[in-house]
């Protein structure tokens, strides 16, 4: 700018007559109004496009909250789908084959009856299970009888399948949930961290630690199991279900894993979102 004021005073000193000045300074000031109009045009365009693209990236955000929200709903239905099947169906079949056995217990002679026990007791075991497994899948049952009492009942469940011990630990003065369905959303991610537990960890402790805090709730669930290398771990089905569910609610998890060191799960739930 200095450079061009100097310029043109060099400039206006040269020009001989008065009017050759006023023509110099109109061309200065045409000049100088022209490159102001661009610079104002280049601002309000590179706003304008700035806008856009965030419209744009706004757009295709909600999109795909709207599409993880049909996908959450129809395995939500599914699962609840399944779950009738077990309790009504499959539960029916097995206490119609229980009863079957105790009638069929009473016709045979005594040496003959302790070989019917062990099948009988597993008879009894399975339908207990699969009425136990039907609740968790229902999630109008979860929401009737709470989010702790739910997680304890799975807990209780994988128990009794394979695991030495699995806890609930609870801390802080419990916070209602504002929006219910979130306790699913929640209770959900816990379901997909245990299935994997049971899956893939050959662990022996399951625990799961609830932490209320004023502004949110602070999950931490961990097995003692074999653990996996997270840096080389391919993504499967079960974390990008868990991921997807967790960015819905607006909650932060985080995966620790290591291999013979088990996995930790971490999920921050803000019950107020700013």
């Given at each position: 700018?200095?450079?061009?004021?100097?310029?043109?005073?060099?400039?206006?000193?040269?020009?001989?007559?008065?009017?050759?000045?006023?023509?110099?300074?109109?061309?200065?000031?045409?000049?100088?109004?022209?490159?102001?109009?661009?610079?104002?045009?280049?601002?309000?365009?590179?706003k304008r496009k700035n806008k856009?693209?965030?419209?744009?990236?706004?757009?295709?955000?909600?999109?795909?909250?709207?599409?993880?929200?049909?996908?959450?709903?129809?395995?939500?239905?599914?699962?609840?789908?399944?779950?009738?099947?077990?309790?009504?169906?499959?539960?029916?079949?097995?206490?119609?084959?229980?009863?079957?056995?105790?009638?069929?217990?009473?016709?045979?002679?005594?040496?003959?009856?302790?070989?019917?026990?062990?099948?009988?007791?597993?008879?009894?075991?399975?339908?207990?299970?699969?009425?136990?497994?039907?609740?968790?899948?229902?999630?109008?049952?979860?929401?009737?009888?709470?989010?702790?009492?739910?997680?304890?009942?799975?807990?209780?469940?994988?128990?009794?399948?394979?695991?030495?011990?699995?806890?609930?630990?609870?801390?802080?003065?419990?916070?209602?949930?504002?929006?219910?369905?979130?306790?699913?959303?929640?209770?959900r991610i816990i379901q997909e961290?245990?299935?994997?537990?049971?899956?893939?960890?050959?662990?022996?402790?399951?625990?799961?630690?609830?932490?209320?805090?004023?502004?949110?709730?602070?999950?931490?669930?961990?097995?003692?199991?074999?653990?996996?290398?997270?840096?080389?771990?391919?993504?499967?089905?079960?974390?990008?279900?868990?991921?997807?569910?967790?960015?819905?609610?607006?909650?932060?998890?985080?995966?620790?894993?290591?291999?013979?060191?088990?996995?930790?799960?971490?999920?921050?739930?803000?019950?107020?979102?700013?």
């Amino acid at each position: 700018m200095t450079n061009f004021l100097t310029l043109f005073l060099t400039q206006l000193k040269s020009v001989s007559t008065a009017s050759e000045r006023y023509l110099l300074v109109y061309m200065i000031m045409v000049l100088i109004i022209i490159t102001s109009l661009v610079i104002v045009f280049f601002v309000v365009f590179q706003k304008r496009k700035n806008k856009l693209l965030l419209d744009r990236i706004r757009q295709q955000q909600a999109f795909e909250e709207e599409i993880t929200k049909a996908q959450t709903e129809i395995q939500e239905q599914t699962l609840k789908n399944i779950g009738w099947e077990l309790h009504d169906n499959v539960g029916q079949l097995l206490a119609f084959a229980s009863m079957q056995l105790s009638i069929l217990k009473m016709q045979v002679s005594d040496d003959v009856k302790e070989k019917f026990k062990d099948t009988s007791e597993a008879l009894k075991e399975s339908l207990k299970e699969v009425r136990s497994l039907s609740k968790s899948l229902n999630n109008e049952v979860v929401l009737n009888i709470g989010f702790e009492k739910s997680i304890n009942n799975e807990l209780d469940r994988l128990k009794k399948m394979k695991f030495a011990s699995a806890t609930l630990e609870v801390k802080g003065e419990k916070v209602e949930f504002n929006n219910r369905k979130d306790e699913i959303i929640i209770f959900r991610i816990i379901q997909e961290f245990l299935s994997n537990s049971v899956k893939y960890s050959e662990a022996k402790h399951l625990k799961i630690k609830l932490q209320y805090e004023p502004d949110y709730l602070k999950i931490i669930a961990s097995d003692d199991g074999k653990g996996f290398n997270i840096n080389n771990v391919e993504k499967g089905s079960g974390l990008l279900n868990m991921e997807s569910r967790a960015a819905l609610i607006n909650a932060q998890l985080n995966l620790v894993s290591k291999p013979e060191k088990g996995v930790q799960l971490t999920l921050e739930y803000p019950f107020k979102v700013t």
